[in-house]
């Protein structure tokens, strides 16, 4: 964090500076790879000229993003190391995690030291990507936050990706939040991707809270268990939920958890 509140976010290996003063702007290019590049001429005009990523040092909008970080040379999803994150949404936007990132771990999106707030009315897809490489631990998640995963908003779709299995334990997540995960609006899905270990379409050690909107959670194809929410608690005060177990030989739940409500 820089003295004047300027703060930087890597997008597709990316980084972008920004502040509440000064925002950053990058577009996205398709052809003949996958590449963000930040606006850097000074006479930049974002009401004149094109952009896809705007970052003002705490919000991330999002506007007809499609990015596949596999078919980048600096292969990276969404990542943020200073604290919460909010991505506000505009029209449709997908993003696929790099296979193998992190030596076994690989977020579409993931938010390492704070929570993440999804608003806006447009949509987002997520996919972690693949890993079938030997780690010391295979993790592929759609989203992970360090906090709090809470939606506002929006069309919210995340996969985990395909893990191998490794020397511990591989998982395959569609959300996993080290707080909780709260819905209070929009239509999230959350799908556990096929594992040689488990798969979750969300996990959380805390709550999995819905207020409003509706939430699909389902587990992936997996050799162990399968579970579409494993949780300490879900509380369902309004809106829908669905859940489903995955293929599996071991256990394959809708809902795990010590208290539903």
Do not use: C, M
């Not at 919000?59 to 970080?69: G, H, I, N």
């Not at 995690?97 to 806006?120: D, F, K, M, R």
């Not at 050799?223 to 608690?233: K, P, Y």
Request: aromatic share 8%; glycine share 18%; hydrophobic share 35%.
């Amino acid at each position: 964090l820089a003295a004047d509140g300027t703060r930087s976010i890597s997008v597709g290996g990316e980084t972008i500076n920004g502040s509440a003063d000064a925002p950053g702007y990058a577009r996205v290019y398709n052809n003949p790879t996958d590449r963000v590049e930040a606006w850097t001429n000074p006479n930049f005009d974002p009401n004149r000229d094109p952009w896809h990523i705007k970052w003002d040092g705490s919000t991330l909008t999002l506007k007809e993003v499609s990015f596949d970080a596999n078919k980048s040379n600096a292969a990276s999803g969404i990542v943020y190391n200073y604290g919460s994150l909010t991505i506000e949404l505009i029209d449709d936007n997908t993003i696929i995690g790099y296979a193998g990132q992190y030596g076994g771990a690989s977020p579409a999106i993931a938010v390492n030291h704070g929570g993440l707030t999804i608003n806006g009315e447009g949509s987002l897809a997520v996919t972690g990507g693949g890993i079938k490489g030997q780690h010391d631990v295979n993790r592929s998640f759609g989203i992970y936050a360090n906090g709090d995963v809470t939606v506002n908003g929006g069309t919210i779709t995340a996969t985990g990706g395909y893990v191998q299995d490794d020397v511990s334990h591989p998982i395959s997540y569609g959300i996993f939040a080290e707080g909780g995960v709260n819905v209070t609006a929009g239509d999230v899905t959350a799908t556990g991707g096929e594992s040689e270990g488990v798969s979750y379409g969300i996990l959380t050690e805390n709550s999995v809270s819905v207020s409003g909107g509706k939430l699909t959670a389902t587990g992936g194809k997996s050799a162990g268990e399968s579970f579409g929410i494993l949780a300490d608690s879900v509380n369902v005060t309004g809106g829908a939920v669905y859940v489903n177990g995955g293929e599996t030989a071991s256990a394959s739940y809708g809902i795990r958890a010590n208290s539903v409500e």
